[in-house]
C-alpha cells in the first residue's frame, strides 16, 4: 500500500486592504493580497520564480501603524493588518520612483504596464530637465565610490552609455539598466548559481557589473541567458533579437510562439519558440513550468540555430 504524505493546511489570516476584508493562507505577501483582490500593484523587481528583493519600491503600500511604507512583494500578511494600496502617501512614492527612473533610464522597451503606470501617477519625468549629453567612453564602468560629477541644475544624469557587444549570444544594455537585481539573482542561489555577475559601485554609479569588469567571454558567465529571460526593460537581449532592432526588421506583431520539450536532455525542459518570417528569433521558457520554473541552459537557450538549417543545406529566412 502506497503512503501519500498531505501537508497540513496553512492557517488563513484576515486582513483589510483599502477597506475590503481578505482571508490569505499563513505565509502570503502583501502584493499576492493585493492581487487577490484584483488590485494591480505595480512592479518592477518582483517575479514569481526569483526572491523578492524590494528594491524598486514601486510596489509599496502603507500598513497602519508602519512608520515606513513597506515594499509590498516582501512583506508577509500578519493578521489584522490594515493596508492602504492607493493613499496619497503610496501615489506621491510610485510617482517619484517613476520619475527618477525614466529621467536617467530609457524605458521604452520595458513593458507597457510601466507606461500605464506613468500615466496613472501622472509621472512627468521631464521635471528634472532635458537628459545630459552621454559622456565620450563609458566611464561608468571606471567609476569609483565617491566620485561624482557636480550636477548643472538644468539637465536630467542618465546612465547613457554604449551597447556592450562581446559575444554572439546576447548584448548587454546598461542605459536600460533599472537596477533591479533580477538578473543578478537568475545567475546567483535562485537559479543558475554561478555568480557571474554583481552589483558594483554606489549610489548613482551602483551598476551591474562582471567580476573586475571583464568581457563575458573571460568572467565566469556560462551562457544560460537566465539573465535576459528574467530583464524587464531589456538591458539584456539576444543578439538577434538586438540586431533585427538595429535593422528595424523586428516585429513582435508578426511573430507567432510555439512551445515545445528541448530536445537536448532527457530533463525535458519546455520551450517557447518565438517565430519571425520563418526563422526562430528568440527562445524563452514558462515561469509556471514545473521544470524550469522559465530558467533554461545554454543548450535550450541559445542552441537552436540547427533548426534553421534545412535539408538542402540553405539556412531559413
Not at 32 to 37: F, H, P, S
Not at 152 to 178: E, M
Not at 310 to 316: F, I
Amino acid at each position: 500500500m502506497s503512503v501519500t504524505f498531505v501537508a497540513a493546511p496553512k492557517r488563513l489570516l484576515t486582513l483589510t486592504v483599502d477597506g475590503s476584508t481578505v482571508r490569505v493562507p499563513e505565509g502570503a505577501t502583501l502584493l499576492e493580497a493585493c492581487r487577490q483582490q484584483g488590485i494591480d500593484t505595480p512592479t518592477l523587481c518582483y517575479l514569481e520564480n526569483l526572491t523578492p528583493v524590494n528594491v524598486c519600491r514601486v510596489c509599496v503600500v502603507e500598513v497602519q501603524g508602519s512608520r515606513t511604507l513597506v515594499p509590498a512583494c516582501s512583506r508577509k500578511v500578519e493578521d489584522g493588518m490594515v493596508v492602504s494600496s492607493d493613499s496619497e502617501r503610496v501615489r506621491n512614492s510610485r510617482k517619484s520612483v517613476l520619475e527618477l527612473l525614466a529621467s536617467s533610464v530609457d524605458l521604452s522597451l520595458a513593458a507597457p504596464e510601466v507606461q500605464q503606470w506613468m500615466e496613472r501617477y501622472g509621472a512627468d519625468a521631464d521635471r528634472f530637465g532635458a537628459a545630459q549629453s552621454p559622456p565620450q567612453g563609458n566611464p561608468r564602468d571606471r567609476a569609483r565610490p565617491g566620485e561624482h560629477s557636480p550636477s548643472d541644475g538644468r539637465t536630467a544624469a542618465t546612465v547613457a552609455q554604449p551597447a556592450k557587444l562581446d559575444n554572439d549570444t546576447y548584448i548587454r544594455d546598461y542605459s536600460r539598466c533599472i537596477l533591479c537585481y533580477k538578473c543578478v539573482q537568475a545567475c546567483g542561489v535562485d537559479a543558475q548559481n554561478t555568480f557571474a555577475i554583481a552589483v558594483a559601485g554606489r549610489g548613482f554609479e551602483a551598476r551591474i557589473s562582471t567580476e573586475f569588469d571583464v568581457g563575458l567571454p573571460d568572467s565566469a558567465c556560462v551562457y544560460c541567458g537566465n539573465c535576459i529571460g528574467v530583464c524587464p526593460t531589456g538591458a539584456l537581449m539576444f543578439k538577434s533579437e538586438y540586431d533585427m532592432r538595429q535593422a528595424e526588421t523586428w516585429d513582435a506583431t508578426k511573430q507567432t510562439v510555439t512551445t515545445t520539450i528541448c530536445p537536448y536532455c532527457g530533463v525535458g525542459c519546455n520551450l517557447e519558440l518565438h517565430v519571425q518570417d520563418n526563422s526562430i528569433v528568440k527562445v524563452t521558457s514558462p515561469l509556471d513550468h514545473d521544470v524550469t520554473q522559465g530558467h533554461l541552459c545554454v543548450k535550450g537557450r541559445f542552441g537552436y540555430q540547427f533548426v534553421q538549417h534545412r535539408g538542402n543545406g540553405e539556412k531559413s529566412g
